[in-house]
């Protein structure tokens, strides 16, 4: 910046041979010398005609700092009173300026007044400036407040500032949260008292208006801004026992926060800063820190000048209302109106009252079912007193809840507020919705708790020993593991749910549990009593309330009563008899191992110190048969000293290390943290969040290093080639203080075919650090670890090693196979891997019929029409729109007789207005008749539907019939006519037709069935399906649907309308419950796997190896499964494909030496005549190949990384276009490392590969 002030980013990267590479961000200042930016603020958002009020000068150097106190601030115009005022800034760099504006002293730019005033400024460089005001001419009566930041429940002063002529006019004062009145009152003095509510927090508004003489508020007002915030506000802070501290130790931290008041809670997160990168920060601050320390806890002699300078800017401009236009002009004759319409029939007139009740009750159905998600919501993310007040059994809505809704209208058409469902519908109160919200996490817990308690045989043995920790430890350690957020355990009563001792539990959880319960504690606080949520089957809801019926709890009520469990619990209770058996036998058995050692073997490995399985037997890897004394023939090799492994080795590097939800904060402001340190040498960012009860909200961070006198790293590649020859560094530093000989290695394993390394021996001063070449050549294919130990030279005592994974792999190219099948009941599908492949990855994965078609979410308008699994249709008011919208709309919203009849007459009117702009007995006529009747066709046959909706469906029928057999070769109006008829019930003989002359337009190609009727063939296919569903022929509609299944499942996306058609097929193909569980045999090896919310996944790495393969999936309902059977493997480079691809491909540049970044260019042409729509370029990485996130940007298109491959997503390429890409890849590893092979196909064709062969690419140190 050579002329003006500012901030630059710089970013400063240091690379080390032997420390490796950091880096560091920040931000410099630059400032032009004697730079000064001049603020002016009025104190109303503008200045008012003939009000004696004040402005605000503020001064800022370039450095953002504001000048020497007492600086002399001059201020000239016709605002000012005698023309000239001489003022001094304070400590924030603010004047206050006293100004009156006479009435004729603006002017207006561009339709808006302003006013201008001079600001000199003296100093060593004098300097002049000018600025314009606006002017509020209609202000009437400004607001001026005794204090603008107060606390809540407390009381304020508003002065009055009069124009001459509202002096004597009733002046209303208003104190608003956004357009909300909160608190009014109606003045003629000059001085009015306003109380502020308890319960609001934030930037409110006092706005005062003048009332005229015909008791209107026409005119415009002025705002003032009001802080509210809670009282004491404390600002927290971290600190640390000690400024660095050991690997493995326990960290002490100290937590400051104030002292007494309101109950306080605290959320830490300790993160790893070398593993984390771009993530959010983990803070919170009241108001979102729009308000800095010196806003919110005001101090100093100019506290109170800078408060209502900040607060100035936020001075809202009161808008014009809007009256309602006069009934009669001038004269006094009646006004006529602009348009005119028909109104609509009333029918028979009634008592109005009670069906104004059952109206605002219905009508505030999607409200009540809004503020229950809201709950749901709050609580997932720990947020329960952002949408509620007070606390226990007063706990309530905010009433400002549904201010993001404004469809939720009252009949009065008024914001719909917590308040006014509370008092308008019997049995709806926070305590109700509460309950259900309650029950419904209560039993998420279970599942979870049951499934930690009882993972089943093929669980690992941690998980099967989980169980059999103290129950106090249960909960926690499920959220420490993952199987669940901190989150799921909230109650809606600012409570936690618990494990409770007792004699009588509700439901058996595990044999671990048998009297145990889970309870929460519910609105008082403490388990145990009356109030407790304890119990799944217990109605929340009083039976036959608006509530009850618009939750959905009487139907919730009905089906548990239907419920007939003993079956499957006796089946689980013989399993778990039979599983508690075996574990017991495995129990008193052992962990016996059988095992023999000859003399002079027991080195390395010696004892059991290392390897896999400590204990009895040598370590497996580095025992038996791998010890010194068998491999000193070969040279001098690392060995351990005393010490061991065992308690040195870090190998446990956690990205969070440590996460507490709610921790309770000590009144006395002093709370003690202890973290466990895991094995990382790192930096640890520690950011806390604590709250109080009252509304205030703080955050703090703190960084600690953890470190280690002696410390050495392996930057081993996560996935390797067989016969690569790598040349690893392993770095090691002195930290101490102390000079020390130190003797580093390598320990192989087994498994890779890696041997243990040479011993090297080296010195360093304290301080200092080295980097020493290890020669890896993994020879065998698999999955294992290598360990670099650093060893005290002459005592031989293990100072430092750390145990990194590697898995080794075939050079190959990666092959994604996947075979699809879909059927009812039963599904059966084949894949052949190669032989000579390589395994990577198998995955099973199915799909109960309607899940395959997923709705975007309850705001989706197709979900409603065509809902998917687990969901009830939610009853929708009428809307006005399309024709074909409304149907839908209509056809969704229930069997409401009322809204029935108001969406019947609707529809008529818009079909009426489409139809006028249609030829009769055109195809666009006939296309609009099919949908709006395919849209009505759920509400068929409803004992609500009403006559008026009944003869709408009529007459649409003989329309669609009539039309649709005089259209020839029309398939886009056969086939959703042929759709819509079926679907509503209409003539089956003429849906017969229709479908028959389709058969003519079907297009068959192997497996896959598809109709051409017009530019949608996914749309046209699935209303094909639907009308042979219609017929009742189920196999002939399952093949369009499998084609359409197979579609989506390769990536193809489907809009809401095609997934909605869909659902509605499979819906009816479903034809009862869906199954919950599902057998699934792999080559014969048969596996049960629960299907939830309509989806399962089974991992099965069997189907990647080579061979022929059979997947078979049962149900026990008759219901549309979906089967998709994945396979990724690996294949030679030199196995050429069967269909060449139509790329040119070559990678060119300078491959560069260890720690540095290749200059490599991939160019790629396309050879055919033809635009490809998309291109997919798939590289295989040499070994120790990295890809930064800056680099990552500087290739241009999406990436993707992951198994040692590097996916580009290229786009649409045109005949003969070329394209040359950056491949700025970073070497971790030195060697001869065979990579940078490529295979590149089209999306729309992707058998056909164009592969260009991998190379031997040579990495110097």
Do not use: C
Not at 58 to 75: F, H, K, M, N, S
Not at 743 to 757: C, Q, S, T
Request: no cysteine; hydrophobic share 40%.
């Amino acid at each position: 910046f050579e002329h003006r002030s500012g901030h630059v980013s710089v970013r400063a990267e240091v690379e080390h041979a032997a420390h490796g590479a950091v880096s560091a961000y920040g931000r410099l200042g630059l400032a032009v010398p004697l730079a000064l930016r001049v603020e002016v603020v009025p104190r109303h958002g503008g200045l008012l005609p003939e009000i004696d009020d004040v402005i605000y000068v503020r001064l800022v150097e370039g450095t953002r700092d504001p000048p020497a106190v007492g600086t002399e601030v001059t201020v000239s115009g016709p605002a000012i009173p005698g023309g000239r005022v001489t003022a001094q800034t304070d400590e924030a760099g603010l004047a206050e300026i006293p100004v009156r504006l006479p009435l004729g002293a603006a002017s207006s730019m561009d339709g808006a007044p302003e006013t201008r005033v001079t600001v000199d400024v003296a100093g060593l460089l004098e300097r002049t400036t000018s600025a314009s005001i606006p002017v509020r001419r209609a202000v009437e009566v400004a607001p001026v407040l005794s204090d603008v930041v107060v606390s809540p429940g407390s009381a304020v002063e508003v002065t009055l500032l009069r124009r001459p002529g509202a002096r004597r006019a009733d002046v209303r004062v208003e104190l608003l949260d956004g357009a909300e009145p909160l608190v009014w009152t109606r003045t003629r003095g000059d001085r009015v008292r306003l109380q502020l509510p308890p319960g609001r927090l934030g930037v409110l508004h006092v706005r005062a208006r003048a009332l005229h003489e015909d008791e209107t508020l026409d005119g415009v007002g002025a705002t003032a801004a009001l802080l509210v915030r809670p009282s004491d506000p404390d600002f927290v802070q971290l600190t640390s026992a000690r400024p660095r501290w050991t690997v493995g130790d326990t960290a002490q931290l100290t937590l400051q926060t104030g002292a007494a008041g309101p109950r306080r809670w605290a959320a830490v997160l300790v993160r790893d800063l070398a593993a984390h990168g771009g993530e959010r920060p983990f803070r919170a601050h009241f108001l979102g820190q729009r308000f800095d320390e010196a806003v919110l806890a005001p101090s100093g002699p100019g506290a109170d000048r800078l408060l209502r300078a900040a607060l100035a800017a936020h001075a809202a401009e009161d808008p014009a209302t809007h009256p309602a236009p006069p009934l009669t002009d001038a004269l006094g004759l009646p006004v006529e109106p602009a348009h005119h319409g028909v109104s609509m029939d009333r029918g028979t007139l009634r008592d109005p009252f009670p069906l104004a009740r059952e109206l605002e009750r219905r009508g505030a159905f999607d409200a009540m079912r809004t503020l229950e998600s809201k709950l749901e919501a709050a609580l997932a993310q720990g947020g329960l007193d952002a949408i509620t007040t007070g606390a226990g059994a007063r706990r309530r809505f905010r009433d400002d809840l549904l201010r993001d809704h404004p469809e939720l209208r009252t009949l009065g058409d008024g914001p719909m507020t917590p308040a006014i469902l509370a008092d308008a519908i019997p049995g709806f109160d926070y305590e109700a919705v509460a309950r259900r919200v309650a029950r419904a996490r209560l039993v998420r817990v279970m599942a979870a708790l049951v499934r930690y308690l009882d993972p089943g045989d093929e669980a690992s043995v941690a998980d099967r020993m989980a169980s059999r920790e103290p129950s106090e430890r249960w909960l926690g350690r499920m959220v420490e593991r993952g199987v669940l957020a901190a989150s799921d355990l909230d109650d809606p009563w600012g409570g936690r749910f618990a494990l409770r001792a007792t004699r009588a539990p509700v439901l058996l959880l595990g044999a671990p549990a048998r009297q145990l319960e889970l309870v929460s504690p519910g609105p008082d606080g403490r388990p145990g009593t009356r109030d407790d949520v304890r119990d799944p089957f217990t109605r929340a809801v009083p039976a036959a309330t608006p509530y009850a019926i618009a939750s959905g709890e009487d139907a919730l009520m009905r089906r548990l009563a239907l419920l007939s469990p003993l079956a499957r619990t006796l089946a689980a209770l013989r399993e778990a008899y039979r599983r508690t058996n075996a574990e017991m036998a495995e129990e008193e058995i052992g962990d016996a191992v059988a095992g023999s050692a000859s003399e002079g073997s027991i080195g390395l490995g010696g004892l059991g110190l290392i390897g896999h399985g400590a204990g009895g037997g040598g370590g497996s890897g580095y025992g038996s048969g791998h010890g010194s004394a068998g491999r000193m023939g070969r040279g001098s090799r690392i060995r351990l000293g005393s010490t061991g492994l065992a308690g040195v080795v870090r190998e446990r590097f956690p990205p969070t290390l440590l996460f507490r939800p709610a921790l309770v904060v000590d009144p006395d402001g002093t709370t003690e943290i202890a973290i466990p340190l895991a094995d990382a040498v790192t930096t640890y960012l520690v950011e806390a969040v604590v709250w109080r009860e009252d509304g205030w909200i703080d955050s703090t961070e703190l960084r600690i290093e953890v470190d280690r006198d002696v410390v050495i790293e392996a930057p081993v590649p996560p996935i390797a080639h067989r016969g690569d020859t790598m040349q690893l560094p392993l770095r090691v530093s002195n930290r101490g203080d102390v000079p020390r000989r130190l003797a580093i290695g390598l320990l192989g394993d087994a498994a890779l075919g890696v041997e243990d390394g040479a011993r090297h021996e080296v010195e360093l001063q304290p301080g200092e650090a080295q980097l020493v070449p290890v020669e890896v050549r993994p020879d065998r294919i698999g999955e294992g670890r290598l360990t670099a130990v650093a060893l005290d030279a002459d005592t031989e005592e293990t100072l430092d090693a750390v145990r990194r994974p590697m898995r080794v792999i075939a050079p190959a190219r990666r092959v994604d196979q996947r075979r699809t099948g879909l059927a009812a009941r039963e599904v059966v599908v084949a894949l052949e891997v190669p032989e000579g492949a390589d395994a990577r990855e198998g995955r099973v994965r199915l799909v109960i019929g309607p899940a395959l078609f997923p709705a975007d979410g309850r705001d989706d308008p197709w979900a409603a029409w065509a809902p998917p699994l687990g969901w009830t249709t939610t009853p929708r008011r009428p809307v006005r729109g399309d024709a074909v919208r409304q149907a839908f709309h209509l056809g969704s919203a229930g069997r409401r007789a009322v809204d029935a009849r108001r969406g019947a007459l609707l529809l008529t009117r818009a079909l009426a207005s489409e139809e006028r702009s249609l030829e009769e007995g055109s195809a666009a006529r006939l296309r609009l008749h099919a949908w709006a009747l395919l849209g009505l066709s759920p509400s068929v046959g409803g004992d609500g539907a009403g006559a008026a909706l009944r003869e709408i469906v009529d007459r649409l029928r003989r329309d669609v019939a009539s039309g649709s057999m005089l259209r020839t070769d029309d398939p886009e109006s056969w086939v959703v006519a042929a759709a819509a008829l079926g679907w509503s019930g209409g003539d089956r003989e003429r849906v017969t037709e229709l479908v028959r002359r389709l058969e003519r337009h079907a297009v068959e190609v192997g497996e896959d069935r598809w109709l051409v009727a017009d530019g949608r063939v996914v749309r046209s296919t699935l209303l094909w399906s639907m009308a042979e569903l219609s017929l009742g022929r189920r196999d002939r509609a399952f093949s369009p649907l499998a084609t359409v299944a197979r579609f989506a499942a390769s990536g193809h996306t489907l809009d809401a309308e095609e997934r909605a058609l869909g659902r509605a097929a499979m819906r009816r193909l479903l034809a009862g419950e869906a199954p919950t569980e599902a057998e699934v045999w792999i080559d014969g090896a048969r596996s049960v796997v629960t299907i939830t919310h309509g989806a399962a996944e089974l991992d099965a790495l069997a189907l990647s190896t080579p061979g022929t393969h059979s997947v078979r999936v049962r149900v026990d309902a008759a219901a549309p499964v979906f089967v998709s059977a994945d396979a990724r493997y690996g294949v030679a480079w030199t196995d050429r494909p069967r269909t060449p691809g139509p790329f040119e491909i070559a990678i060119e540049g300078e491959t560069g030496g260890l720690d540095d970044t290749a200059e490599l260019t991939l160019t790629i042409r396309n050879r055919l005549p033809r635009t490809l729509p998309a291109v997919t370029v798939e590289i295989g990485l040499p070994t120790g190949a990295e890809l930064t996130e800056r680099e990552r940007r500087r290739i241009g298109v999406p990436v993707e990384r992951g198994g040692g491959v590097l996916t580009l997503h290229l786009p649409a390429m045109r005949p003969g276009q070329r394209r040359e890409l950056l491949l700025p890849l970073r070497w971790s590893v030195a060697g001869r490392l065979e990579g940078l092979g490529v295979a590149a196909y089209a999306v729309d064709r992707p058998d056909g590969v164009s592969v260009l062969a991998p190379r031997t690419v040579e990495v110097s140190r």
